[in-house]
């Protein structure tokens, strides 16, 4: 299994690249948001992959970052969802908006990707509700951030509103705010 790359950038056209690592050429398929942060052609280049070895191909996927490959990995486990189409999740939203639509439960985020319906953004929500938002809190991707937050997010729920109005109010305070503030605040948000 080849889980990291490190090389010289020589090709690049979406979403194919090309790693040379000591006169190996490594053809890697990348979600947009990867390739928007690569270097120039000529540069050194590390990215973290997963190889599919299927019956008739053998892939490999790169990511700049843990979380995006942790995120591909997730959506594989999706029954109905494939390498190309997590790929297309991943051009398509950043790992915090695709963590933050399974915990809103939002698909409508999702139907905006090419190649996801409904359905499907009804299966990725209930697939990955405990897994995404579980394995990327540690990275504090999927909630806000402190437990000043979490407990201005707990107390709106305990007034009656639901989770996801919680936490859109929430993500308008400031980060710095107390608890007491950020209800007060929070609840004038949302009265408007």
């Known amino acids: 299994m080849i889980g990291r790359i490190k090389g010289i950038l020589i090709e690049s056209a979406p979403p194919r690249i090309v790693v040379d690592v000591h ?8 979600p947009m948001s990867t390739f928007y942060n690569l270097p120039a052609h000529g540069q050194e280049v590390t990215l ?3 190889m599919i070895v299927r ?8 990511f700049l970052s843990a979380e995006e490959r942790e995120a591909f990995r997730l959506l594989l486990k999706v029954s109905g969802i ?5 790929l ?8 915090t908006d695709l963590a933050n639509a399974v915990a809103m439960q939002e698909s409508a985020l999702l139907t905006k990707v090419p190649g996801i319906g ?4 009804e299966r990725l929500l209930l697939e990955l509700k ?20 979490t407990d201005i997010i707990n107390a709106l729920i305990g007034l009656g509103y639901s989770e996801r109005e919680a936490r859109l109010a929430v993500k308008k305070l400031p980060e710095d705010t107390t608890v007491s503030d950020g209800i007060r ?8």
């Open 82 to 86: 494939g390498a190309r189409t997590a």
């Open 55 to 62: 019956e008739d191909a053998q892939l490999l996927f790169g």
């Open 23 to 30: 006169g190996v050429g490594y053809e890697i398929d990348v």
């Open 88 to 95: 297309s999740i991943l051009s398509g939203l950043s790992v």
């Open 48 to 50: 973290l992959t997963q």
């Open 130 to 149: 405990d897994k995404l938002t579980g394995t990327l809190a540690d990275a504090g991707i999927s909630s806000p951030a402190g437990s000043t937050m």
């Open 118 to 121: 409904k359905k499907t953004a």
């Open 185 to 192: 605040l929070a609840l004038q948000g949302m009265g408007k």
